[in-house]
């Protein structure tokens, strides 16, 4: 069975997961410790190249990335209802939910944050 989630990119700092700039799907490999593996190298050398947090070049960088088959990634209009895990994207932390099938979310279960290095703007 695959494991699905979605990676919301926020501009503002404020923990609303509703006021997302960019909404990104992944189908398989969801769990953190493949997220993670991903995601931050990729974030990373975003923000060594200077555009970390240009939220549209930033969530478009990390669906390049991410890419690796037609079905593995996609752009989202809302939450999916089949999520296992949700990862909200701010500039200086990712905050990690764990989500149960069609609960909405605001009964994600916050089950880590990990801290991104760089200044905030």
Not at 2 to 31: I, K, P, S
Not at 35 to 63: K, Q, T
Request: with cysteine; glycine share 6%.
């Amino acid at each position: 069975m695959n494991t699905r989630c979605q990676l919301g990119f926020y501009e503002l700092e404020e923990e609303n997961l509703e006021n997302w700039e960019a909404l990104v799907y992944r189908h398989t490999d969801g769990y953190p410790d493949a997220v993670l593996a991903d995601l931050l190298p990729i974030l990373e050398d975003v923000r060594e190249m200077g555009g970390f947090f240009d939220i549209e070049y930033l969530s478009a960088f990390v669906v390049s990335e991410l890419k690796t088959d037609f079905r593995n990634i996609g752009i989202s209009k809302h939450f999916h209802g089949d999520i296992d895990f949700y990862y909200a994207i701010f500039q200086d932390r990712i905050l990690i939910y764990q989500c149960r099938y069609s609960q909405p979310h605001i009964e994600w279960r916050l089950i880590k944050t990990i801290s991104l290095g760089g200044e905030k703007k």
